[in-house]
């Protein structure tokens, strides 16, 4: 490794810095519970000097052309793929997903920071035809300002970069605070940008207390804009308090993803996009489907292929070869999942498969399948946020699509189904900011991401991403 890409330091102002009083909280991994690194404590005064830095580089920044802040995302590109292999190695560790997921997350993250290379030479305007002969009138983009922006740890990299690059390609700064489980890979992509010659103050990571940090992004008047992926009770909050400075805000929140299944379905496809969707990074994603709806005709076929395929995932440490589930990523997590079974098979729910911790000192849980699911269980209506897949018995089209909507959430939704006139009713009908029809995985830098409801407001990717962090002016000009 040419550089060291495990940071014990924030990065604030083009400077790696302790926190003031010198504290630290450890970094562990999940697997096997032992000490990875560990990063500063920091709380507001840090969070502050950020965005403080951040706001003296706007201006420098929004000045330079688009193609000069594309070349800077190019360069960092470069460098995020030349060290592939390291950053997917921290994640693992740090996170626990499988080293085959980790590589594809830092592909994925790589995307948006070259797709929004591109994208920045296109924040194109308007010229309106105006009214009176002797006006103008002009519709021009420019960056935001300060944005600040705090990320979840299921998606280390990703979740940085789909917001850091469109930001800094629309000509924003930014202050980032990263999960406290998951903090070396943003500091580990900090270092890599300050490697590419990022300006001082552009980007700046603090890592500490999220309640003190997310109070002075939320209530600065100098920050325009926050930028939040997590739990709909932490981004209502940041929503609430951004209220006091009228900031802009980008919420993408929690999901409970309904996965539907028709009759007319190919079955083979439909259980493989079942799998895909459900035990992609151990069930702990927003998107993964959290209600599996199976048609009356095909239930039992469906469990049983289902089973089977579910029972070769093979469980362990992420960094082994072959395993593809990995540890949940804390304590808490393999609590709630463990309750969700045992509230499931208390009202009823028909243990497939799985169903319990591997070991009883470690963070793996089986991969489990629970049959004959209702709504009366908690599987049904909170998120899991691990491996368990709840199968319910459908009848009707009219039925399922009532019951899928059943919920504040409305992220993304998944059905299967060969009837073309269906396939566009039910597409049109789900309640969904993303709709995915025939397949389990949808993410791509190209596609506009998010949820509407209580699952966010914004998106992420695509030239709708690059909007987010741009507010439009209209020029109005007389002779
Ligand atoms: P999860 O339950 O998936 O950990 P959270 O919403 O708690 O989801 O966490 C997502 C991000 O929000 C993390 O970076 C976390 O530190 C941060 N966070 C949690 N509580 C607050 C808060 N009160 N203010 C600001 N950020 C917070």
């Not at 309904?258 to 996009?273: H, M, Q, R, T, W």
């Not at 540890?327 to 997590?333: D, E, F, G, S, T």
Request: negative net charge.
């Amino acid at each position: 490794m040419s550089l060291n890409l495990i940071k014990s330091e924030n990065y604030i102002n083009g400077h790696w810095l302790r926190a003031d009083n010198g504290q630290t909280f450890q970094v562990m991994n999940p697997f096997d519970n032992s000490l990875i690194a560990e990063v500063p404590a920091c709380g507001a005064a840090e969070a502050e000097r950020a965005v403080s830095a951040a706001h003296g580089a706007l201006k420098p920044w929004q000045c330079l052309t688009a193609k000069e802040r594309a070349n800077y995302l190019l360069k960092w590109a470069e460098l995020i793929d030349e060290n592939k292999e390291q950053l997917a190695e921290l994640m693992t560790k740090e996170q626990g997903k499988p080293l085959a997921e980790a590589r594809g997350e830092i592909d994925f993250a790589n995307s948006f920071v070259r797709w929004y290379a591109e994208e920045a030479k296109r924040a194109y305007g308007d010229v309106i035809p105006a009214n009176q002969p002797n006006q103008h009138i002009l519709v021009t983009k420019q960056a935001v300002g300060v944005v600040a922006m705090i990320t979840p740890w299921n998606f280390p990299a990703a979740m940085i970069t789909r917001k850091v690059a469109p930001a800094l390609a629309a000509g924003c700064t930014t202050v980032i605070k990263p999960a406290e489980d998951t903090p070396l890979t943003a500091l580990a992509l900090m270092a890599l940008a300050e490697q590419a010659g990022l300006p001082a103050g552009v980007m700046n990571v603090v890592t500490g207390n999220p309640a003190q940090i997310g109070r002075v992004f939320t209530e600065d008047h100098r920050v325009r804009k926050v930028s939040f992926t997590g739990s709909t009770s932490v981004g209502k909050q940041l929503m609430q308090q951004s209220a006091t400075t009228v900031k802009k805000v980008s919420l993408e929140l929690g999901g409970h993803a309904p996965f539907i299944i028709f009759s007319d379905a190919d079955l083979e496809k439909s259980v493989d996009g079942a799998i895909a969707s459900k035990f992609r990074n151990t069930g702990q994603t927003c998107v993964c489907a959290n209600r599996i709806y199976v048609h009356d005709d095909i239930y039992e076929q469906f469990i049983e292929l289902f089973k089977k395929k579910v029972a070769a995932l093979k469980v362990g440490n992420g960094l082994e070869k072959g395993v593809v589930q990995g540890p949940l990523i804390n304590k808490a997590a393999i609590e709630k999942v463990e309750r969700h079974v045992q509230d499931a098979l208390k009202r009823g729910a028909r243990l497939i498969f799985g169903g319990q911790r591997v070991a009883d000192d470690k963070l793996l849980f089986e991969p489990t399948i629970l049959a004959d699911v209702d709504h009366s269980m908690l599987v049904s209506y909170e998120e899991t946020f691990g491996p368990v897949a709840p199968v319910i018995r459908f009848r009707s089209e009219e039925e399922v699509i009532d019951a899928a909507n059943d919920t504040p959430y409305g992220l993304a939704g998944y059905f299967y189904s060969r009837d073309i006139g269906r396939v566009w009713r039910v597409a049109n009908a789900l309640e969904y900011g993303v709709v995915t029809v025939n397949g389990g995985n949808f993410a791509t830098e190209v596609a506009p991401f998010g949820g509407i409801k209580e699952s966010g407001i914004g998106r992420e990717g695509s030239y709708y991403g690059l909007d987010e962090f741009l507010e439009t002016k209209y020029i109005c000009m007389f002779e």
